[in-house]
């Protein structure tokens, strides 16, 4: 309750300095997603997937890669979600139509996934802008189906787990250095058998790879 009312009263100092101090936000330079490469060692990327105009749309996502990447000579898979929006700033008209990143420890019961374990983890891996950065790690089930999900907010230099701490940041960076840009970073693998530890070694393998790239898509 505690976190929430602090959330909500940076949200509300962050609308009146914003609105009243930084009215001009700076657009970091950085390269589009759509040049992500779809092969990254062992691994490959059949295509790109499309979200949709209305989800996109609601989502308030600027560019973004969805793709699932498979290892060469193993059942092995992993789904990328990199979602990176230019600015947080609620967009004309207000309503539900905003640029703010979803959480998705929110989104996934929505789309009939409950999360069944959440913990934050330690992650320790090349591109990231913080060593080590801790992000948020999920185990989420829909009837029998099992799935590993790593993912965090990569924003402006930092790595963030939790969604008040982002709140937070975001505050601090428009007043300051007016930027609200961010971004989504989300791995989901299968569960096979249950087996976590695979899972978990599955996920890193790829995540290494794509992590080291993130710094020309991602701006720090």
Aim: proline letters at 7%; a positive charge.
């Amino acid at each position: 309750m505690m976190r929430t009312t602090v959330a909500f009263l940076f949200l509300a100092l962050n609308f009146y300095v914003y609105h009243f101090f930084a009215t001009t936000e700076v657009l970091p330079a950085r390269t589009p997603l759509t040049r992500f490469p779809l092969a990254l060692g062992d691994w490959r990327c059949p295509g790109r997937e499309s979200m949709g105009p209305e989800i996109e749309r609601n989502l308030g996502v600027t560019d973004y890669l969805v793709c699932t990447y498979e290892k060469s000579g193993t059942p092995d898979m992993v789904g990328v979600y990199l979602g990176y929006h230019a600015t947080q700033v609620r967009k004309a008209g207000g309503g539900s139509n905003e640029n703010m990143i979803h959480p998705p420890a929110h989104c996934l019961p929505g789309s009939g996934w409950d999360i069944i374990a959440s913990r934050k983890i330690a992650l320790d891996l090349p591109g990231l802008p913080v060593h080590p950065a801790y992000v948020n790690r999920l185990i989420i089930a829909k009837g029998d189906a099992r799935q590993l999900v790593y993912y965090w907010y990569q924003e402006r230099g930092r790595v963030i787990a939790d969604d008040w701490r982002k709140i937070v940041d975001l505050f601090w960076d428009r007043a300051t250095r007016r930027r609200s840009d961010g971004s989504l970073i989300r791995f989901t693998v299968p569960l096979l058998q249950g087996d976590e530890a695979r899972a978990e070694r599955t996920l890193q393998d790829l995540a290494r790879q794509v992590v080291a790239k993130l710094p020309s898509y991602v701006p720090n």
